[in-house]
């Protein structure tokens, strides 16, 4: 490619780039300014800026504790489905009978069924037994998630030779530390993937957590649709609540994001 | 391991014991429910295919149903075309070529809520405003009818996936040999040539994989539409997964919710099988 074509790319590229973060300029700038600010301009950068939406917002949103429910529902969540799934695509994979092939079957068929075909018996079952909280939240994604999950362990365990368990038995390591000690690890490339994807949708799901927790363990995004419901048309609030929200999700990006783009990649491919 | 193993099955039993609570179970229950009058607690006599029939009579899953077709045919081509122009943009060689596609990925990272909060402010603010300010009075008044309302979802779609669907693409497109293209440009191809004669062929199989991750994802899209225009005016802009979740939860049908849910079931398994049954074929092909 010429030299002036790729300056040219360079600026269309330039050009679409501000265009796709136009919406984040909007919501940012916004959130700085006043009610009246943002009735007098949408577009132009804040005039007397002021931090208040921020505080008042903050305070609304519960912010500390609706994270916290965030981050607990989400690593326990992440750690319940690496273990469970390894485990089970470990055995899966390793067993090479009709019933194995069988199971496996059944996992992949379970990604075909959508969340709202089983959602109220679901939320009807446990709510029956009183686990329509946190913990009841992990078990059911360990239940929707861990289909995808052991179905990629399933195929980096296929490049695992046999002669590793082996080699390990020989030495009179049980099935569980062969697992433990010598599989787990060497699947470790898979486990920051399938890490990477549940991370990302858990976060971000609303539906089944809304159907599920109560209003004491609400997360980020249950606390952020009934805060929009209260402030509707108070912008100035609702943007530095958005602003807020994003905020752990877009650090988390620029942080892993070499990560983030395998695993989504590799969930994507394989 | 041996089937009758013991660590066999202790091995498997979290996924199992968690599979069978959340999805199996709950859908044999919902299959069954779907044939009687149940009403969330408990059901009184079987009805057979009445709720089946009654749906079909459904003027809001009617509409639902043909407001989601349209939303996947022109998100399934927008997110297709756009989403592989910005994977061949990224993948050329210039300054900030990866700096974009950060760019362009991060709305990906931000959950489908927030997102339709994050629209709703610019198509009724941000739009206005701008549409005062260029005299352009299409611009005026979104999400306040059907058509803005449709087009405003695709907008908010666009904006998310076209970065994870450029992904899979440049995942493809890297694993073109440089030397492919070289021998080409030697022979004389121009770049319109090398695009439709080596380019395109050899990312197909990226092609099937978008297809049917933006054909299956449109139909089950719930959170936007919650966030972004609440499946109003008048229930115009709701989606299939929303007339579902609303029929239970906002009109306390749920027997009828659980036939529309199955009838959602089998539109999305055919999606998927059939998803199955072209790459399987296209293996077969190579």
Redesign the interface.
Known sequence: ?SKNS??A??I???I??IL??F?FY??VT?SFKTPKG?FA???SLPVNSTTDNYVNSFKALDFMASLTHSLIITVASVI?II???S??A???Q??K?K??GG?LM??IS?????????????T??FGGVHFLNMWGLV??Y???D??LS?FLYQGTLSSIPLAMDEAAEMEGAS??QI?YKVIFPMLSPMTVTVAILNI?AI?????LPSLVLPQTQYTI?LQ??NF?GQYTKQ?HL??AG?TI??LP??L???IA?KW??KG??DG??K | ???R?L???L??T???V??????????I??LF?SFTDWD??TYTKMVGFQNYIQLFHDKAFINAFWFTVGFVIVTVILLNVIGLG?AL??T??????N????????????????LG???Q??FT??FS??GD?LHMSWLQNWLTNETTGFWGLVIVTV?QMSG?IM??Y??YLQNIPNEVIEAAEIDGASAWQRFTKITFPMIAPAFT?CMF?TLSNGF?I??QN??LTNGGPYHSTQML?MD??NT?YNSSN?AL??A???I??LI??AI??LQVFYNRKREVDL
């Open positions: 490619m790729r300056k790319l360079g269309f590229g330039f679409i780039g796709w973060l919406p909007l919501i916004n943002i301009s949408v577009l319940v273990l469970g799934s485990m089970g470990y055995a899966l390793r067993n009978s019933l194995s199971l059944l996992f379970a990604m075909l069924i959508p969340f709202q075909s089983v959602m109220i018996p679901l009807a079952n078990v059911m360990l239940g929707f861990c289909s052991i099935r569980w697992f990302i976060w971000n799901d609303y539906l995004p952020m649709f929009f912008w609702a943007l958005i929200s994003i999700v877009i988390f990006y620029l994001q983030i783009i989504v990649t994507a491919v | 391991m041996k089937n193993s660590s066999f099955w091995f498997l979290p996924t199992l968690a599979l069978a609570l959340v999805v199996f179970i709950p859908v229950e919902g429910y969330g607690l910005l943009l990224v050329q060689k210039f300054k900030g070529s700096f974009l596609r950060t760019v362009f990925f991060m709305p990906n990272m931000i959950g489908g809520l927030i909060f994050i629209w402010f610019i603010q941000g405003a701008l300010a904006w994870y992904i899979i440049i995942a994989v991750l089950k719930y959170d919650l966030s997964a579902i979740v239970a749920f919710s659980e529309k849910a199955m959602f079931f999305v398994a998927s099988l």
